[in-house]
C-alpha cells in the first residue's frame, strides 16, 4: 500500500511540488497577459472610437460654453468641417458660439454662419443672416457680395441689383455683376418675346463686350442671322462649343469663308474643305483625319480666376464666383451620335 503513496519527506514529492507551481505560475502569467492585451486593445478602440465620430449638439453646447477651446480654435474647426462638406456640425459650431453673450468674434462668426447656410443650400437663412450684418454694419462689402450671391440663386434679380448700389457707392466694381444680372433678369422674364429679349441682351453687350457665351448662346439657339450679323471674329474661340453644335442649315458660308479660325473649325467638322492644318492640334487631327475615323470634339471648362475644371459652361465661376472667367479647353473623343446614326442607318 505504501508504494502508492509518497511520503512529504520523499524527494520525488518535492519535484513533483516544485514542478506544480511552475505550472501553475506559468498559467497564470499567460493568462494574466492575455487579460492585459485585450484590456488595453479594448481601451484604445475605446479612444479611437472618440474621434470617429463626430461630438452631438449637447457636447458641443457643454464643450463650448465651458471654454475648453478659443473661440478661434472653435472657428477653425468649424470651417474644417465645411471644408469636408460637413455643413450642419459647422452650423452647430457657429450657433453655439453666437450663443456666448461675450463673443469678440461676433460679426465674423455671423458671416462665416451665413456663408456655410449659402454653401449647403439654406438660401433663405443665409439671406437672414447677411440683413443681420447688414443691419448693424451697412458697411460690409463681403456681407452685400453675399446676399447679392443669394439673391442671384433665388432668382430675386430684381433685389441682387438693388444690392449693387451700395456696392457702387462703396467704389467696388460692379460693371460685370450689372451686366450679368440684367441678363439673367431678361433670360428669366416670361412675358417678354423671344425677338425683344435678343435686342435687349445686344444692348447689354454692347455696353461692355462682356458674357460672350451667354448672349451668343441665346441668339445662336432663336435667330442664328442675328447671332452671324453680329459675330465678334476675335471672340470666335470663346464660343466654340456652341459655334461646334450649331445646325449644318444655321451656318453663315461667307462669314466663315473670310474667318480663319471658323474655317479651320467648320474644315474640322466636315462642312467645308477651307483649310488643310491648324494651328490648334484638336482642329489639326480632326482636319487631318478627314471624317474617315469617329472622332470629335469634348469640351471642360477652366476658370482663369481659380482654375477649377467644369465640364459645362458656365457664366458664374460655381467656386469663386467670378463671372466671365469661363476658358473652353478642347479635347478629342469617340462621336457616339455617329455611332448610333451609323448602326441605325445599317438596319433600314
Ligand atoms: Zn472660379
Keep these: 500500500m505504501n508504494t502508492f503513496f509518497l511520503e512529504y519527506r520523499d524527494p520525488l514529492f518535492g519535484i513533483i511540488i516544485f514542478f506544480v507551481i511552475i505550472f501553475v505560475i506559468t498559467f497564470f502569467s499567460y493568462w494574466w497577459g492575455r487579460y492585459k492585451s485585450k484590456e488595453d486593445h479594448r481601451h484604445l478602440s475605446k479612444f479611437l472610437r472618440q474621434f470617429r465620430s463626430l461630438p452631438s449638439q449637447e457636447e458641443l453646447q457643454v464643450m463650448i460654453s465651458g471654454g475648453e477651446l478659443s473661440e478661434k480654435s472653435w472657428i477653425i474647426l468649424a470651417q474644417s468641417y465645411t471644408r ?7 452650423i452647430e459650431i457657429y450657433n453655439e458660439l453666437l450663443k456666448l453673450g461675450n463673443s469678440i468674434n461676433h460679426k465674423e462668426t455671423l458671416f462665416l454662419l451665413g456663408r456655410t447656410y449659402f454653401k449647403a443650400g439654406f438660401l433663405e437663412r443665409a439671406k437672414q443672416v447677411f440683413l443681420e450684418i447688414l443691419k448693424n454694419n451697412p458697411r460690409t462689402p463681403q456681407a452685400l457680395h453675399y446676399l447679392l450671391l443669394v439673391y442671384e440663386y433665388m432668382r430675386d434679380y430684381k433685389s441682387a441689383l438693388e444690392v449693387l448700389e451700395p456696392l457702387d457707392e462703396m467704389k467696388k466694381d460692379i460693371e460685370s455683376d450689372a451686366a450679368y444680372l440684367k441678363s439673367l433678369a431678361l433670360l428669366n422674364d416670361l412675358k417678354m418675346s423671344d425677338d425683344i429679349k435678343a435686342q435687349k441682351l445686344l444692348e447689354i ?18 435667330d442664328p442671322k442675328l447671332a452671324w450679323s453680329n459675330f ?15 445646325d449644318t442649315e444655321s451656318l453663315d458660308l461667307d462669314i466663315i469663308t473670310n474667318n480663319g479660325f471658323l474655317r479651320e473649325l467648320y474644315s474640322a467638322r466636315g462642312d467645308v474643305s477651307l483649310a488643310n492644318q491648324s494651328f490648334m492640334f484638336e482642329l489639326d ?4 483625319l478627314k471624317q474617315k475615323s469617329n472622332v470629335t ?6 476658370c482663369d480666376s481659380c482654375k477649377q475644371t467644369f465640364p459645362f459652361a458656365f457664366n458664374r465661376c460655381s467656386s469663386c ?9 478642347l ?3 469617340k462621336d457616339y451620335y455617329r455611332d448610333c446614326s451609323e448602326e441605325y ?3 433600314q
Aim: glycine share 4%.
Design 84 to 90: 469636408n462638406g460637413d455643413f450642419e456640425k459647422a
Design 205 to 222: 453687350y454692347r455696353e461692355s463686350y462682356q458674357l460672350t457665351h451667354l448672349v451668343f448662346e441665346y441668339l445662336f439657339r432663336v
Design 232 to 246: 465678334d471674329s476675335s471672340k470666335g474661340e470663346l464660343i466654340t462649343d456652341i459655334l461646334w453644335h450649331l
Design 285 to 288: 487631327i480632326l482636319i487631318n
Design 297 to 302: 470634339l469634348n469640351f471642360e471648362y477652366v
Design 321 to 329: 464666383h467670378t463671372i466671365d472667367s469661363s476658358r473652353i479647353e
Design 331 to 333: 479635347g478629342l473623343t
Design 345 to 347: 442607318n445599317s438596319f
